[in-house]
């Protein structure tokens, strides 16, 4: 779900705001979207709402990237007992004008599949800002 309609409260808010501060810590030339999803009935249909979905986008395609905008999903698992709030995982997608280049995954393997991937440098970087959103939502577990 779109991370500007998750900002329910200051806590919630504070966290989407880290977190797009974490990255532009990393990727200073990034621009962040709190709405990377459409509002139409079919989009809708897609959308999960148990996360935060933030885009990321470079002023034109990046090389390092091979991508020109990045989808950052943080997902989250709610305990019905506890109430608590847990993410359980983070996936990232690079996109250009063909589609989806690649894809990350905490859930899987935290490997890069696609069509391309980015460099290594950078993937490496990606891969600590998926640690770094566990550690400000979890305390640092990665379910």
Known sequence: MNAAEQATNIQVASK????????????????????PWANDPDTRELVDPDSIDIGFHFP???????????LVQIRFYEDPLTGDRRVIGVEAAGFDHKGKQWRLST??????????????EVGEKLKHFCRQIFELFNGGETD
Do not use: C, H, M
Not at 16 to 35: G, M, Q, T
């Open 107 to 120: 859930v899987e393997e935290w490997q890069f599949v696609g069509e391309t991937q980015p460099a290594a």
């Open 16 to 35: 989407i705001a880290a977190v797009v501060n974490l990255y532009k810590s990393e990727f200073p030339d990034a621009k962040a979207d709190l709405k």
């Open 60 to 70: 034109g395609r990046s090389r390092l990237f091979q991508s020109r905008s990045i």
